[in-house]
């Protein structure tokens, strides 16, 4: 079972920057499918972002699309999320998410039932 652990939240103001990572441990996620989504009060949660197991294809929500680049080193189980130019709007709690059930395979990217591995979630807040 893949363990994920996200870090780097914290509170900005708008228009700065921050780096979210989550770090994998367990088995290996070098064949994973990895993706990042968010969840703000009162709302569901939603894609932000995704990258296929070598890093060759990212997919991004409209929203975040030329702000947020999501990467990946499968040397240290690690994948981020690099966040610029952050909007109020952005203030969400962001999860990390894994589909280990089908290495080397690009599901629906955008969808929640892709994925079965979660972590716990790291808070970003952005004031206006």
């Known amino acids: 079972q893949v363990q994920l652990e996200e870090s780097g939240g914290g509170l900005v103001q708008a228009g700065a920057s921050l780096r979210l990572s989550c770090a994998a441990s367990g088995r290996t996620f070098s064949g994973y499918l990895m993706a990042w989504f968010r969840q703000a009060p009162g709302k569901e949660r939603e894609f932000v972002a995704a990258?296929?197991?070598?890093?060759?294809?990212?997919d991004y929500a409209n929203l975040v699309k030329g702000r947020f680049t999501i990467s990946r080193d499968n040397a240290k189980n690690t994948v981020n999320l690099q966040m610029n130019n952050l909007k109020p709007e952005d203030t969400a709690v962001y999860y990390c998410?894994?589909?280990?059930?089908?290495?080397?395979?690009?599901?629906?990217?955008?969808?929640?039932?892709?994925?079965?591995?979660w972590g716990q979630g790291t808070q970003v807040t952005v004031s206006s």
């Open positions: 998410a894994a589909d280990t059930r089908r290495p080397y395979h690009t599901g629906t990217v955008y969808s929640q039932n892709t994925y079965d591995a």
């Open positions: 990258i296929t197991w070598n890093g060759g294809r990212t």
